[in-house]
């Protein structure tokens, strides 16, 4: 940990503004820093260029304030996401975007970004998908490279958990964040950086994620009127309302860089509050610290305290470290735990050491807390206790575990958060993706990570499913109990009460109950119960006592989808019997701001025929959103457009295996008629609709004086991703309503609506299809978009790395010697420069005038051959040429002046 003055930007202002190269480093390596890397005190990692947003508030005034460096890893440059101002997508839109980026956290005097050049594939609520197309130990293995490299103090990070709405990217990002603050410190996690690239391991001092979970006042107070939904969570906060230099307030500057994010349709942003009182927090929760921390702080600096600012008079000396570990999360009543203090010296010794337990009331302990003699420097030294839950502690609560570290130079205090549960817990079985976080947060040393999460099935309005209980036993003797499943009015089950016998002890099993919808009159979607959540309780009974948790079941909307009629033809109406089953409400609102009827609505219907699904969608409209060129036949979510959504089977876990199409009604396209246009999208195979729906059929009637709309669109069975299950197929339509000409939606509408629900296939509706025989055929595997933005085709990025200590895309870096640039200088057809690498690899090369490219080329290079090349120069004055060489898998970047 570093306590430091405010320190002006150097090299990389210099870097980025094109002056002269001279960046001559230090030949001492000591502390395991490279010589010419940046020194940073925050990192932020994140999925996409803007999920650092929200933070540049607080980013912005610790630079300010105290000099507080900060770096944000960006994964992906955001090539999956839109384009609000012009047609570039793919990797063009990622440099646009990290341009954007670059731009938006300059705000915040933010200087180092780190793009590590994975793709971005689509919205989706996986985070097992993304680990799959990211790949977890490459990506991994390039965040704790830039951690070793510029070695911050504190690592922050998004919401690691799959709640509802969360993009699975982010929840990724931030997973690999958290195993990349272990695995940055453990000399056994990527040997070969450490080996072979001079590295050494770094003990980031906290990990926090954004955000918290509980309520507050707005306002100055904000910060300390923060209550916590699980009293356990340290959360802190920061207050946007703080006036910076320029005499804005910081969330003004926050809301001037969210308006950087053109492309994304942030450009008209609505204005920060200017009443103190209705000026926000950032938030954000502590996951682990290896440092003490007062939870009692509520400035703006709390978060920095004891990392990178030093802590209040009396505190430990900088760079000690004090935290407690325990044997396990979860205990009964009656439970021991073992809990262990940890103490690391620093640069100082510590002298006569002893450590203090704060327990909740009743609780007891064993163990002495003097460490013999005192702890050396850069030694660790630990205390052990046993820790006895009293017999009669209340169950399903989380309870802190204090301790207090005193010795010669000062004191300092930490805790460790533990659960005390019914010897035997019965919890709602959990979705998939809810079952693979809970694994993983148990792994890493999270657990209490699970709290965010309500557990949560869905079922079809009228239909039945079956609800596992999961049965854990964490007491020490065999159990045998029962378990009751209590339902609200309009659900029922086939047996209130169910029976387990002989658990044993550490075990885990299950009962199952057949839940039905008894009332099929319920509100389904975000219309039921409370936000779509009719409330459940499980009551686990053992020989020990009784434990109650909660749950929620969620209806989804079900209809019978019949054979079309005979005279079926799309043609954009609903003539007599072609569609006789039920009329659908498509009006629902799921996200965005409320609508009336004439604003924005929506109805429908389905059938099928043998070899199509036919969707007919009539929206009522009172303003046309901004009108798409043929070109920029993709992004429906921007503009007016239906999206319709087929699951095959009723049962996909993320939208890989499913089926969606984006349908404009309308497109700017004057001399051909102004015609529909439709594209796949965040689905088995995205793409252009003639390309990847082959045989699809899309007629749209546009109102003119303009009402609206009607979409009526027949999809061939053939271009699903899978075989229809005609008893279950999952079914859903989309409607987006934007009353603007910014390519942005104000308002989202739909049948089964939820918060992210087209991310999430469990919450589509259900239909069935009586008669429908589908066809015997394999699934098709799903289609990824492979191409990503490169650093090396980043001037952008070029420019920082040649001065940071990063290489590109955070790869392995070349020596200096792997390539030398000589003789450059500037001739009438641009810069001509003589390149002499010492193995083989490709040169990226790139005129600079400090904001921009001028010219490039690529040149592939042989060992000990010197090649003599001119770099193109148009339209502007280069002042540098930039070089990215990439051999194998190791990059470096060069800067040099040219004259």
Same mark, same amino acid.
Request: contains cysteine.
């Given at each position: 940990?570093?306590?430091?003055?405010?320190?002006?930007?150097?090299?990389?202002?210099?870097?980025?503004?094109?002056?002269?190269?001279?960046?001559?480093?230090?030949?001492?390596?000591?502390?395991?820093?490279?010589?010419?890397?940046?020194?940073?005190?925050?990192?932020?990692?994140?999925?996409?260029?803007?999920?650092?947003?929200?933070?540049?508030?607080?980013?912005?005034?610790?630079?300010?304030?105290?000099?507080?460096?900060?770096?944000?890893?960006?994964?992906?440059?955001?090539?999956?996401?839109?384009?609000?101002?012009?047609?570039?997508?793919?990797?063009?839109?990622?440099?646009?975007?990290?341009?954007?980026?670059?731009?938006?956290?300059?705000?915040?005097?933010?200087?180092?970004?780190?793009?590590?050049?994975?793709?971005?594939?689509?919205?989706?609520?996986?985070?097992?998908?993304?680990?799959?197309?990211?790949?977890?130990?490459?990506?991994?293995?390039?965040?704790?490279?830039?951690?070793?490299?510029?070695?911050?103090?504190?690592?922050?990070?998004?919401?690691?958990?799959?709640?509802?709405?969360?993009?699975?990217?982010?929840?990724?990002?931030?997973?690999?964040?958290?195993?990349?603050?272990?695995?940055?410190?453990?000399?056994?996690?990527?040997?070969?950086?450490?080996?072979?690239?001079?590295?050494?391991?770094?003990?980031?001092?906290?990990?926090?994620?954004?955000?918290?979970?509980?309520?507050?006042?707005?306002?100055?107070?904000?910060?300390?009127?923060?209550?916590?939904?699980?009293?356990?969570?340290?959360?802190?906060?920061?207050?946007?309302?703080?006036?910076?230099?320029?005499?804005?307030?910081?969330?003004?500057?926050?809301?001037?860089?969210?308006?950087?994010?053109?492309?994304?349709?942030?450009?008209?942003?609505?204005?920060?509050?200017?009443?103190?009182?209705?000026?926000?927090?950032?938030?954000?929760?502590?996951?682990?610290?290896?440092?003490?921390?007062?939870?009692?702080?509520?400035?703006?600096?709390?978060?920095?305290?004891?990392?990178?600012?030093?802590?209040?008079?009396?505190?430990?000396?900088?760079?000690?470290?004090?935290?407690?570990?325990?044997?396990?999360?979860?205990?009964?009543?009656?439970?021991?735990?073992?809990?262990?203090?940890?103490?690391?010296?620093?640069?100082?010794? *510590?002298?006569?050491?002893?450590?203090?337990?704060?327990?909740?009331?009743?609780?007891?302990?064993?163990?002495?807390?003097?460490?013999?003699?005192?702890?050396?420097?850069?030694?660790?030294?630990?205390?052990?206790?046993?820790?006895?839950?009293?017999?009669?502690?209340?169950?399903?609560?989380?309870?802190? #575990?204090?301790? @207090?570290?005193?010795?010669?130079?000062?004191?300092?205090?930490?805790?460790?958060?533990?659960?005390?549960?019914?010897?035997?817990?019965?919890?709602?079985?959990?979705?998939?993706?809810?079952?693979?976080?809970?694994?993983?947060?148990?792994?890493?040393?999270?657990?209490?990570?699970?709290?965010?999460?309500?557990?949560?099935?869905? *079922?079809?309005?009228?239909?039945?499913?079956?609800?596992?209980?999961?049965?854990?036993?964490?007491?020490?003797?065999?159990?045998?109990?029962?378990?009751?499943?209590?339902?609200?009015?309009?659900?029922?089950?086939?047996?209130?009460?169910?029976?387990?016998?002989?658990?044993?002890?550490?075990?885990?099993?299950?009962?199952?109950?057949?839940?039905?919808?008894?009332?099929?009159? #319920?509100?389904?979607?975000?219309?039921?119960?409370?936000?779509?959540?009719?409330?459940?309780?499980?009551?686990?009974?053992?020989?020990?006592?009784?434990?109650?948790?909660?749950?929620?079941?969620?209806?989804?909307?079900?209809?019978?989808?019949?054979?079309?009629?005979?005279?079926?033809?799309?043609?954009?109406?609903?003539?007599?019997?072609?569609?006789?089953?039920?009329?659908?409400?498509?009006?629902?609102?799921?996200?965005?701001?409320?609508?009336?009827?004439?604003?924005?609505?929506?109805?429908?219907?389905?059938?099928?025929?043998?070899?199509?699904?036919?969707?007919?969608?009539?929206?009522?409209?009172?303003?046309?959103?901004?009108?798409?060129?043929?070109?920029?036949?993709?992004?429906?979510?921007?503009?007016?457009?239906?999206?319709?959504?087929?699951?095959?089977?009723?049962?996909?876990?993320?939208?890989?295996?499913?089926?969606?199409?984006?349908?404009?009604?309308?497109?700017?396209?004057?001399?051909?008629?102004?015609?529909?246009?439709?594209?796949?999208?965040?689905?088995?195979?995205?793409?252009?609709?003639?390309?990847?729906?082959?045989?699809? @059929?899309?007629?749209?009637?546009?109102?003119?004086?303009?009402?609206?709309?009607?979409?009526?669109?027949?999809?061939?069975? &053939?271009?699903?991703?899978?075989?229809?299950?005609?008893?279950?197929?999952?079914?859903?339509?989309?409607?987006?309503?934007?009353?603007?000409?910014?390519?942005?939606?104000?308002?989202? *509408?739909?049948? &089964?609506?939820?918060?992210?629900?087209?991310?999430?296939?469990?919450?589509?509706?259900?239909?069935?299809?009586?008669?429908?025989?589908?066809?015997?055929?394999?699934?098709?595997?799903?289609?990824?978009?492979?191409?990503?933005?490169?650093?090396?085709? &980043?001037?952008?990025?070029?420019?920082? &790395?040649?001065?940071?200590?990063?290489?590109?895309?955070?790869?392995?870096?070349?020596?200096?010697?792997?390539?030398?640039?000589?003789?450059?200088?500037?001739?009438?057809?641009?810069?001509?420069?003589?390149?002499?690498?010492?193995?083989?690899?490709?040169?990226?090369?790139?005129?600079?005038?400090?904001?921009?490219?001028?010219?490039?080329?690529?040149?592939?290079?042989?060992?000990?051959?010197?090649?003599?090349?001119?770099?193109?120069?148009?339209?502007?004055?280069?002042?540098? *040429?930039?070089?990215?060489?990439?051999?194998?898998?190791?990059?470096?970047?060069?800067?040099?002046?040219?004259?």
């Amino acid at each position: 940990m570093r306590f430091k003055a405010f320190l002006l930007p150097t090299a990389l202002a210099l870097a980025l503004s094109g002056a002269p190269a001279a960046f001559a480093a230090p030949a001492d390596t000591a502390g395991g820093k490279p010589s010419d890397a940046v020194d940073l005190d925050v990192l932020f990692v994140s999925a996409h260029p803007d999920d650092e947003a929200s933070s540049l508030a607080t980013l912005g005034q610790w630079k300010e304030k105290h000099g507080v460096r900060s770096g944000v890893i960006t994964i992906t440059r955001g090539e999956g996401g839109g384009n609000a101002v012009g047609l570039e997508e793919g990797p063009p839109l990622g440099i646009i975007r990290e341009g954007e980026e670059r731009t938006a956290i300059g705000r915040a005097g933010v200087e180092n970004l780190y793009n590590l050049d994975r793709v971005d594939f689509w919205y989706t609520a996986s985070a097992p998908l993304s680990e799959q197309i990211w790949g977890h130990d490459d990506t991994l293995a390039q965040i704790v490279r830039v951690i070793r490299t510029t070695r911050p103090e504190i690592v922050m990070t998004m919401n690691p958990s799959p709640t509802p709405g969360n993009h699975g990217n982010h929840q990724q990002a931030a997973r690999f964040a958290a195993e990349a603050f272990h695995a940055a410190a453990d000399p056994k996690a990527f040997p070969e950086q450490i080996s072979k690239e001079g590295l050494k391991p770094f003990r980031a001092a906290k990990f926090l994620r954004t955000g918290g979970t509980g309520s507050s006042s707005a306002g100055p107070a904000c910060a300390t009127t923060f209550r916590p939904t699980v009293p356990t969570d340290q959360v802190f906060g920061v207050w946007e309302g703080t006036r910076s230099a320029s005499g804005k307030t910081w969330g003004e500057i926050e809301v001037d860089a969210r308006r950087d994010y053109v492309t994304q349709g942030w450009a008209n942003t609505a204005a920060a509050p200017t009443d103190p009182a209705q000026v926000r927090c950032d938030f954000y929760t502590l996951v682990d610290s290896r440092v003490p921390y007062d939870p009692a702080d509520t400035s703006p600096e709390a978060i920095l305290r004891g990392s990178v600012l030093p802590a209040a008079n009396g505190a430990l000396p900088e760079d000690t470290e004090f935290y407690l570990t325990a044997d396990r999360f979860d205990l009964t009543p009656g439970q021991t735990v073992e809990v262990t203090a940890h103490v690391r010296a620093a640069k100082r010794a *510590l002298t006569t050491p002893t450590v203090s337990l704060r327990l909740p009331d009743g609780w007891t302990a064993k163990g002495s807390g003097a460490l013999r003699g005192a702890v050396a420097p850069g030694k660790e030294r630990t205390a052990t206790f046993t820790v006895t839950v009293p017999a009669d502690a209340a169950t399903n609560q989380q309870s802190l #575990l204090g301790a @207090t570290l005193a010795t010669g130079q000062g004191t300092g205090r930490t805790d460790r958060a533990v659960r005390v549960v019914a010897d035997v817990r019965g919890t709602l079985e959990p979705l998939p993706e809810v079952g693979i976080f809970r694994d993983w947060a148990g792994a890493e040393g999270y657990p209490q990570l699970d709290t965010l999460i309500k557990p949560v099935l869905t *079922l079809g309005s009228g239909k039945s499913r079956e609800v596992r209980v999961d049965l854990r036993n964490h007491g020490s003797t065999a159990q045998s109990g029962s378990v009751t499943l209590g339902l609200p009015a309009g659900f029922t089950a086939d047996s209130a009460t169910k029976n387990y016998t002989s658990l044993a002890a550490g075990a885990t099993g299950s009962v199952t109950f057949t839940v039905t919808n008894s009332d099929p009159s #319920l509100p389904t979607a975000n219309e039921g119960g409370v936000n779509g959540d009719y409330a459940i309780t499980i009551t686990t009974t053992s020989q020990s006592g009784t434990n109650v948790e909660a749950g929620a079941l969620e209806i989804v909307p079900t209809s019978e989808v019949p054979h079309a009629g005979h005279d079926h033809a799309v043609d954009g109406e609903a003539g007599p019997g072609e569609y006789p089953g039920e009329e659908l409400d498509f009006s629902r609102i799921w996200e965005g701001q409320s609508v009336t009827p004439q604003d924005a609505s929506a109805k429908g219907r389905i059938a099928w025929t043998e070899d199509a699904l036919k969707v007919i969608v009539q929206v009522t409209d009172d303003v046309l959103g901004k009108k798409v060129v043929p070109q920029d036949c993709k992004r429906q979510r921007r503009t007016d457009s239906v999206e319709i959504i087929v699951d095959p089977k009723g049962d996909s876990s993320d939208t890989s295996t499913v089926f969606k199409a984006g349908i404009f009604p309308i497109t700017d396209d004057p001399a051909n008629g102004n015609p529909p246009c439709w594209q796949r999208d965040a689905d088995n195979r995205q793409g252009p609709g003639a390309e990847t729906a082959p045989g699809m @059929t899309v007629v749209s009637k546009v109102s003119e004086p303009y009402t609206g709309y009607t979409i009526e669109a027949s999809i061939p069975f &053939s271009v699903l991703p899978d075989a229809v299950d005609p008893t279950r197929m999952g079914f859903n339509v989309l409607v987006y309503d934007s009353d603007t000409q910014d390519l942005s939606s104000q308002s989202r *509408l739909g049948w &089964s609506t939820f918060t992210g629900v087209r991310a999430d296939p469990y919450r589509y509706g259900l239909v069935t299809l009586p008669g429908y025989t589908p066809a015997n055929r394999e699934p098709s595997k799903p289609i990824f978009p492979d191409t990503a933005a490169r650093s090396v085709h &980043s001037p952008q990025t070029i420019a920082q &790395s040649a001065v940071d200590g990063v290489a590109p895309a955070a790869v392995a870096k070349l020596p200096e010697r792997a390539l030398r640039l000589a003789d450059q200088r500037i001739t009438g057809d641009g810069v001509r420069v003589t390149l002499r690498a010492d193995r083989t690899g490709t040169a990226y090369l790139y005129t600079w005038d400090g904001h921009r490219a001028l010219g490039e080329k690529t040149v592939e290079l042989t060992a000990g051959r010197s090649v003599t090349i001119t770099v193109p120069v148009a339209g502007g004055k280069a002042g540098s *040429l930039l070089a990215a060489f990439e051999s194998g898998d190791a990059a470096r970047a060069y800067q040099v002046s040219v004259r």
